[in-house]
């Protein structure tokens, strides 16, 4: 595709329901991030994954966090039993880099979740 | 030591004036220092990016001044037009590890 897509744009679950977001990073991209950005704020790390392999997921806030990305290509960051504070937007980036050096990392339009 | 701190939380420019946005950093690793603009209900988007072997870097109206031994970074914009009024943040990385994010300009340029 010709960028980063997010799905859905909008989603409100009530506390306590299990959501599941989605990204289709750019073809043929290696690393894949998933950031969470609380409004007024810069986006904060949650996990990192290089092709399928999740290098990196000390970002994630409790294990009701969980991401996947079985094929190396899309990704899923699910959230169990959503809570109040979990109300942010998701987003998702995905960049050439691999190995020592970074790149341009691009940005989906993120996920607005709002737990009622 | 991920810390990257940014300045100021907003900002209010004249047309034709030139906005400078300052950020530091603790982690002497980062060698990637980005810089994105996010315009509200989109994805924040790649402006300019220096590596800490240089100490400055122009892309268009879009400058980087960038000093190691400080562990401080600057973006200035040039001739700032109203369409430059967005949310402005700096970020630094180590390697192609996450980005560490500052925590945001909101930039306002006044026709």
């Known amino acids: 595709g010709a960028g980063v897509s997010q799905s859905p744009r909008y989603k409100v679950a009530k506390r306590g329901q299990d959501v599941a977001l989605r990204c289709d990073p750019i073809?043929?991209?290696?690393?894949l991030f998933w950031y969470q950005q609380a409004l007024g704020q810069g986006p904060e790390f949650l996990t990192y994954f290089q092709n399928e392999a999740q290098l990196d997921k000390s970002g994630l806030p409790s294990d009701r966090f969980f991401a996947e990305r079985p094929e190396g290509s899309v990704s899923t960051l699910k959230i169990q039993r959503t809570q109040q504070e979990d109300s942010a937007v998701y987003l998702c980036a995905s960049s050439a880099a691999s190995g020592y050096m970074n790149t341009e990392a691009f940005f989906g339009q993120g996920t607005r979740l709002t737990v009622v | 030591q991920q810390q990257v701190k940014q300045s100021p939380q907003s900002l209010i420019v004249q047309k034709g004036g030139i906005p400078i946005i300052n950020c530091a950093y603790e982690n002497t690793a980062f060698d990637y220092f980005p810089w994105y603009q996010q315009f509200p209900g989109k994805g924040p988007a790649l402006l300019i990016a220096i590596r800490p072997d240089v100490s400055e870097k122009k892309e268009g109206r879009f400058t980087i001044s960038f000093n190691k031994s400080a562990k401080q970074f600057s973006l200035h914009i040039m001739d700032s037009q109203p369409g430059d009024s967005a949310t402005y943040f700096c970020a630094a990385s180590k390697g192609a590890q996450k980005l560490v994010f500052g925590q945001g300009t909101r930039l306002t340029i006044n026709p």
């Open positions: 073809s043929g991209h290696v690393s």
